[in-house]
């Protein structure tokens, strides 16, 4: 990851790229339209998991969430935030290297919490991927207030292995809608975006 933002920071420089929107714009205005939707109050503590290039914050912030925090355990993709957060005038948004599975005490008292592919690149690691997962929803747990939602957007998982992955701790209250494709005769998603809650 850090080779991949390392490029994307370079980019940056260059040309002012701030690289690519994981799952595209819309995932971004499916997030924020929710939140919206349910008033969740501007000041609302906000967690991006695996902030990549910070792009999401900052639209976050143009819609005027003001208590917005970005982690990424790669130094590389936090460095590239940092440059496109100053780029958009945005200094009130919070950057920190942080490793989600084991994350420090201070990270901890969130109304939301947003995963855009951070939980698929975990699961995909070839060391003990399982484990991890479980230690992701623990992480979880410490960090999302209670009642705190959780947005999750996928293109490994389905609705029903998320809602397994995550049936301890969590209940799901919606399933935001994805664009759809059909593939021989069946109808079916490329993403999956869920929105849950934590239990009390």
């Not at 595209?24 to 902030?51: A, Y």
């Not at 976050?60 to 957060?85: F, H």
């Not at 005490?105 to 951070?118: P, R, V």
């Amino acid at each position: 990851w850090d080779a991949a933002y390392d490029r994307e920071l370079q980019a940056f420089q260059d040309i002012g790229d701030a690289g690519e929107v994981w799952f595209g714009e819309e995932s971004m205005t499916r997030i924020i339209r929710w939140l919206e939707k349910q008033k969740v109050p501007l000041d609302s503590p906000v967690l991006d998991i695996g902030t990549g290039n910070g792009v999401l914050l900052i639209e976050l912030a143009k819609s005027g969430y003001m208590n917005l925090t970005g982690i990424d355990y790669s130094p590389s993709a936090i460095q590239l935030s940092e440059k496109v957060r100053e780029k958009e005038g945005m200094s009130n948004i919070k950057l920190k290297v942080e490793d989600f599975l084991a994350p420090s005490a201070e990270l901890s008292g969130f109304e939301i919490c947003i995963d855009k592919g951070t939980f698929d690149a975990i699961s995909l690691n070839p060391d003990n991927a399982a484990a991890k997962r479980k230690q992701y929803v623990r992480s979880l747990c410490s960090v999302l207030k209670p009642e705190g939602f959780f947005l999750i957007t996928s293109c490994n998982w389905t609705k029903e292995e998320l809602l397994n992955e995550f049936r301890e701790g969590f209940e799901v209250l919606e399933e935001l809608p994805t664009p759809k494709f059909c593939f021989g005769g069946r109808i079916g998603n490329s993403v999956t975006a869920l929105v849950f809650q934590r239990k009390k």
